[in-house]
């Protein structure tokens, strides 16, 4: 064999360094922003007004509340070594595992779901110095992508999502079967519809199994960088795509979860995946999935949760009712960036403030862990 008949493969691209000119700022992108608040916050009203309680104008149902730990790993490489993430520490936090519709849905309504993270005690510089706050959150989706490009689509897509809000439940449950059948067709093509799964077309599977993935970018120290988080105890990575069996349950998932960790407990890593080329890596394009072949997923941390009562209507008024999250709860060193993360800010900051008002319950952000009522 000639050598002309094979090569050494490419080694990994190298990590550009951030800088502010990463991003670029629509003119009409506060515009957007209101509408994009505006739509959340209809929600939210919609929501607060059946229920006589406000919810998260997304992500409204939780599924699973754990404390647990964040391990920063020894001897990550400069790259790597950013942040929250400089250099080894162990850091207390809470985990929300959720569905992400903004009305307390069914389970058989089979929508993507999230992860949010909150990791407290952590030094360093913050955006907002005054606000006098020690966390880090990361915002987590079972998928790579996020469902729209830019603030407009995204404007566009919460329209769609509203529209849906007050809709019956039983035509919700029907519409749900109907886009599940379809994404399975799309996916036995081998592509995939983030508008499908987003409308109810989401495999009804364990979210314990699932993969989490930030979807828009962030700063990460010198660099940029996406998120995820992944099972990897031997527990969670065997009910990767495992089906759950909902019956008659309409808390078929949360009861899935609180079964699962009051006999084990879980071990996931959190990875990250460096922005390295304008073109492949993005910045302002959320729709866009960064390709591993040109910047893989390195593990950062390892995350622990002990075995313990994951939901209850005390654990979720501590959490549920007492505390947001936010891309924008972060160390300078980790800003959100993209045009989705900068409309996230304000409308975030909406919807917390929305609760807090309607439910007559202060929101604060933690120093220190607090035991969570069993």
């Given at each position: 064999?000639?050598d002309?008949?094979?090569?050494?493969?490419?080694?990994?691209?190298?990590p550009?360094?951030?800088?502010?000119?990463?991003?670029?700022?629509?003119?009409?992108?506060?515009?957007?922003?209101?509408?994009?608040?505006d739509?959340?916050?209809?929600?939210s009203?919609?929501?607060a007004?059946?229920?006589?309680?406000?919810?998260?104008?997304?992500?409204a149902?939780?599924?699973?509340?754990?404390?647990?730990?964040?391990?920063?790993?020894?001897d990550?490489p400069?790259?790597?070594?950013?942040?929250?993430?400089?250099?080894?520490?162990?850091?207390?936090?809470?985990?929300?595992?959720?569905?992400?519709?903004g009305?307390?849905?069914?389970?058989?309504?089979?929508?993507?779901?999230?992860?949010?993270?909150?990791v407290?005690?952590?030094?360093?510089?913050?955006?907002?110095?005054?606000?006098?706050?020690?966390?880090?959150?990361?915002?987590?989706?079972?998928?790579?992508?996020f469902?729209?490009?830019?603030?407009?689509?995204?404007?566009?897509?919460?329209?769609?999502?509203?529209?849906t809000?007050?809709?019956?439940?039983?035509?919700?449950?029907?519409?749900?079967?109907?886009?599940?059948g379809?994404?399975?067709?799309v996916?036995?093509?081998?592509?995939?519809?983030?508008t499908?799964i987003?409308?109810?077309?989401?495999?009804?599977?364990?979210?314990?199994?699932?993969?989490?993935?930030?979807?828009?970018?962030?700063?990460?120290?010198?660099?940029?960088?996406?998120?995820?988080?992944?099972?990897?105890?031997?527990?969670?990575?065997?009910?990767?795509?495992?089906?759950?069996?909902?019956?008659?349950?309409?808390?078929?998932?949360?009861?899935?979860?609180?079964?699962?960790?009051?006999?084990?407990?879980?071990?996931?890593?959190?990875?990250?995946?460096?922005?390295?080329d304008?073109?492949?890596?993005?910045?302002?394009?959320?729709?866009?999935?960064?390709?591993?072949?040109?910047?893989?997923?390195?593990?950062?941390?390892r995350?622990?949760?002990?075995?313990?009562?994951?939901?209850?209507?005390?654990?979720?008024?501590?959490?549920?009712?007492g505390?947001s999250?936010?891309?924008w709860?972060?160390?300078?060193?980790?800003?959100p960036?993209?045009?989705?993360?900068?409309?996230?800010?304000?409308?975030?900051?909406?919807?917390?403030?929305?609760?807090?008002?309607?439910?007559?319950?202060?929101?604060?952000?933690?120093?220190?862990?607090e035991?969570?009522?069993?």
């Amino acid at each position: 064999m000639s050598d002309s008949e094979y090569s050494d493969p490419e080694p990994p691209a190298a990590p550009l360094a951030y800088v502010p000119a990463l991003e670029s700022i629509q003119p009409d992108e506060a515009e957007t922003t209101t509408a994009i608040i505006d739509t959340l916050r209809g929600i939210s009203e919609t929501t607060a007004d059946r229920y006589g309680h406000a919810v998260r104008s997304v992500h409204a149902k939780s599924l699973a509340l754990l404390q647990g730990n964040l391990s920063v790993l020894d001897d990550l490489p400069p790259s790597l070594a950013q942040g929250l993430f400089a250099k080894p520490g162990s850091y207390p936090l809470v985990m929300r595992f959720s569905t992400s519709p903004g009305d307390l849905i069914d389970d058989r309504i089979s929508t993507p779901r999230g992860l949010a993270i909150k990791v407290m005690g952590v030094p360093g510089a913050r955006l907002d110095p005054h606000d006098g706050a020690s966390t880090q959150d990361f915002i987590l989706i079972d998928g790579p992508a996020f469902v729209a490009a830019e603030p407009k689509a995204f404007a566009k897509s919460l329209k769609l999502l509203a529209s849906t809000t007050d809709k019956a439940e039983g035509l919700k449950k029907v519409l749900s079967s109907a886009l599940r059948g379809l994404e399975a067709v799309v996916e036995a093509l081998g592509e995939e519809s983030s508008t499908l799964i987003s409308l109810g077309g989401h495999p009804i599977t364990n979210p314990l199994g699932e993969t989490y993935y930030s979807q828009t970018p962030y700063r990460y120290g010198d660099y940029a960088a996406k998120f995820s988080v992944a099972p990897v105890s031997s527990l969670l990575t065997a009910l990767t795509k495992a089906p759950v069996d909902l019956a008659d349950n309409p808390d078929g998932l949360r009861a899935a979860l609180t079964d699962f960790f009051r006999a084990n407990g879980g071990e996931w890593e959190l990875r990250v995946q460096l922005y390295t080329d304008p073109e492949e890596t993005p910045i302002e394009d959320a729709s866009v999935p960064w390709p591993e072949d040109e910047s893989a997923f390195v593990p950062v941390a390892r995350i622990e949760a002990a075995a313990q009562n994951a939901w209850s209507p005390e654990r979720s008024a501590a959490i549920d009712d007492g505390l947001s999250f936010s891309p924008w709860h972060c160390l300078a060193a980790h800003q959100p960036l993209g045009g989705i993360n900068r409309a996230r800010k304000e409308a975030y900051l909406m919807s917390a403030e929305f609760r807090s008002q309607r439910n007559g319950c202060p929101i604060y952000e933690p120093h220190v862990p607090e035991n969570l009522p069993a």
